[in-house]
C-alpha cells in the first residue's frame, strides 16, 4: 500500500517524549514543513502548549481563542491581524410576557465555524428583545432575528398569546449554522406565574408575588441574552419585555 498523506489533528510519541520523522518523510504542520532536518523549537517551559505554525515556523501557543468580539447592539465586525477562523455564536431576541403565566419564548440559536483569511469585514444584527410586554391575554410581540451577515442566524421568539390565546410563545430557531437549534418556549394560562422560555445563555428574568407589585417588570433586563420575558403576577400585572439577541465572535489565529 502506498500513502502519500495522512491527516491527523495530533501526534504522540509511541514511548518517551520524541517523534522520529524517517528520512525522505515530511510533516506539514500548518503550511510549514518539518523533516529529518529540522530544528524544532525548545519545549522547555511550554507546558500546557501545543506545537502549531505561525505560517513561516513552528511555535509552541496556547490552543484557544485569541481574542472575542461581542455585538448587543448591531454593529460591523472587521477582522483582527492574524485571525485565520472563527466561532459564530448567535441569538434571536425573545418574545414579551404577559400577565397570569402567560411568558414568551426565547430565540433561536446558530454556531458556525467559519474560515475568514479571505474576509475583512462582516455586518452583525442584533435582533431586539420585544418591548410589549403586557397584561393578561394581551399579545406579548415577537423578538427580532439576529444574524452574523449571509453565513448564520436566529430568529426571534414570539411573545404571549401571539399564535392562541392563553398560550406561551413558541421559540425561535437558529439557520444557516453548523448548529442549530429552538429557544426554549414560553408557558400557557396554567398557574399564576409563567418564567420566559430560555434561550441558549439562559433563562429569562425572575417571577415575583404580589408582595413585590411590579418585581418582574422592573427586573425584566436582569436575564440571560435572547430569553423570553416572565409573565406578571395573575392578571393584574405586567408582564416582562423579552431580552435582546446578541452575537458573539470568538476568534483564532
Given amino acids: 500500500i502506498t500513502m502519500s498523506n495522512v491527516y491527523t489533528n495530533e501526534l504522540?510519541?509511541?514511548?518517551?517524549?520524541?517523534?522520529?520523522?524517517?528520512?525522505?518523510?515530511?510533516?506539514?504542520?500548518?503550511?510549514?514543513?518539518?523533516?529529518?532536518?529540522?530544528?524544532?523549537?525548545?519545549?522547555?517551559?511550554?507546558?500546557?502548549?501545543?506545537?502549531?505554525?505561525?505560517?513561516?515556523?513552528?511555535?509552541?501557543k496556547h490552543?484557544?481563542?485569541?481574542s472575542i468580539s461581542t455585538f448587543f447592539s448591531s454593529g460591523t465586525w472587521s477582522r483582527p491581524d492574524g485571525i485565520n477562523r472563527i466561532i459564530v455564536r448567535v441569538v434571536g431576541g425573545g418574545g414579551g410576557g404577559s400577565g397570569h403565566s402567560e411568558s414568551g419564548a426565547a430565540g433561536g440559536y446558530a454556531e458556525e465555524v467559519i474560515d475568514v483569511r479571505g474576509v475583512s469585514s462582516v455586518y452583525c444584527t442584533v435582533g431586539s428583545g420585544s418591548g410589549s410586554g403586557t397584561y393578561y391575554s394581551g399579545n406579548g410581540g415577537g423578538g427580532g432575528t439576529s444574524s452574523f451577515g449571509n453565513y448564520c442566524s436566529a430568529s426571534g421568539g414570539l411573545g404571549a398569546n401571539q399564535s392562541y390565546q392563553h398560550c406561551g410563545?413558541?421559540?425561535?430557531?437558529?439557520?444557516?449554522?453548523?448548529?442549530?437549534?429552538?429557544?426554549?418556549?414560553?408557558?400557557?394560562?396554567?398557574?399564576?406565574m409563567g418564567?420566559?422560555?430560555?434561550?441558549?445563555?439562559?433563562?429569562?428574568?425572575?417571577?415575583?408575588?404580589?408582595?413585590?407589585?411590579?418585581?418582574?417588570?422592573?427586573?425584566?433586563?436582569?436575564?440571560?441574552r435572547g430569553a423570553g420575558g416572565t409573565s406578571g403576577y395573575q392578571r393584574s400585572y405586567q408582564g416582562a419585555n423579552g431580552m435582546a439577541g446578541a452575537v458573539i465572535i470568538m476568534e483564532f489565529v
Avoid at 196 to 222: E, I
Fill in 195 to 224: 418564567h420566559g422560555g430560555g434561550s441558549f445563555f439562559g433563562c429569562g428574568t425572575m417571577s415575583a408575588h404580589g408582595n413585590w407589585n411590579q418585581g418582574t417588570r422592573s427586573s425584566q433586563l436582569k436575564a440571560a
Fill in 63 to 66: 490552543i484557544g481563542p485569541n
Fill in 169 to 192: 410563545g413558541l421559540g425561535g430557531v437558529g439557520s444557516g449554522g453548523n448548529l442549530n437549534v429552538y429557544g426554549g418556549g414560553g408557558i400557557g394560562h396554567m398557574n399564576y
Fill in 12 to 60: 504522540d510519541a509511541a514511548s518517551g517524549q520524541s517523534i522520529l520523522i524517517a528520512q525522505g518523510y515530511n510533516l506539514s504542520l500548518g503550511g510549514t514543513i518539518l523533516n529529518s532536518s529540522s530544528i524544532p523549537p525548545d519545549p522547555s517551559e511550554q507546558e500546557g502548549k501545543f506545537l502549531v505554525s505561525n505560517n513561516t515556523d513552528a511555535v509552541f
